[in-house]
C-alpha cells in the first residue's frame, strides 16, 4: 500500500514539474522531527506532566522501597518466625507488590494518556504555524515527513520555530496578564 501511494505521489509530482509553471510552483520543507524536539511548547507540556505526575511517581518509588524493607526483615527474621507467620508475612509482601504493580500500570496509563494529549495539542499548534506561514507567503506545497532530503532553499523549519517561539511567548503574556 504504501509503494503504491509513494508511486501515484512521485507520478503526480513529476507531472507537476513537467509543466512551464514550475517555475511559480512555490515548496516548502519542514523538518518535523526538529520541531518536537525545539519547539518550546515541547518544554512546556513536559514541565506541566512534571508538575502533574511527579507526586504519584514519588508515592510509588516509596512504597517499593517500603516492600524491599518488608523483604529484608522478612528474610532475616524468617528463621525465628513460625509456619503460620511465615504464611501471613509472604502473602503481606505478596499483596503489597500486586499493589504496587498495579499502581504502576495505573500511573504508566495515565501518564501517557496525557502524554498524548498534550502532544496532540503541540502538534495542532505547529500545524497552525506552517498553514499561517504557507498562506502568508503563498506556498504551493509544504511537504514534512517523507521527504529523503530537502535544500536549505526550501527549509522553513527555522522559520516555523520562530513562530512557534513567538506563539508561545504570546501565551506566557495573556497567562501574565490574567493573573
Given at each position: ?9 512521485t507520478i ?144 522553513i523549519t ?22
Open positions: 500500500m504504501k509503494i503504491r501511494t509513494f508511486t501515484i505521489f503526480l509530482l513529476f507531472s507537476i514539474f513537467s509543466f512551464p509553471a514550475v517555475a511559480e510552483l512555490k515548496v516548502g520543507f519542514v523538518n518535523a522531527i526538529r520541531l518536537m524536539e525545539e519547539a518550546p511548547q515541547v518544554d512546556k507540556a513536559n514541565n506541566r506532566l512534571e508538575r502533574e505526575f511527579s507526586p504519584k511517581q514519588r508515592r510509588i518509588v516509596s512504597d517499593k522501597q517500603g516492600i524491599i524493607k518488608k523483604e529484608e526483615q522478612f528474610k532475616k527474621n524468617a528463621t525465628i518466625m513460625n509456619d503460620a507467620e511465615k504464611r501471613r508475612k509472604s502473602r503481606e509482601i505478596r499483596d503489597k507488590k500486586r499493589e504496587l504493580k498495579r499502581k504502576q500500570e495505573e500511573f504508566k496509563e495515565d501518564y501517557n494518556i496525557r502524554r498524548n494529549e498534550e502532544l496532540d495539542k503541540i502538534q495542532k499548534t505547529i500545524t497552525q504555524a506552517i498553514q499561517k506561514l504557507a498562506k502568508e507567503k503563498s506556498y504551493d506545497f509544504i511537504l514534512s515527513d517523507g521527504v529523503v532530503w530537502a535544500s536549505k532553499r526550501v527549509d527555522e522559520e516555523i520555530l520562530s513562530r512557534l517561539h513567538q506563539i508561545q511567548a504570546q501565551a506566557e503574556r495573556n497567562r501574565n496578564r490574567r493573573k
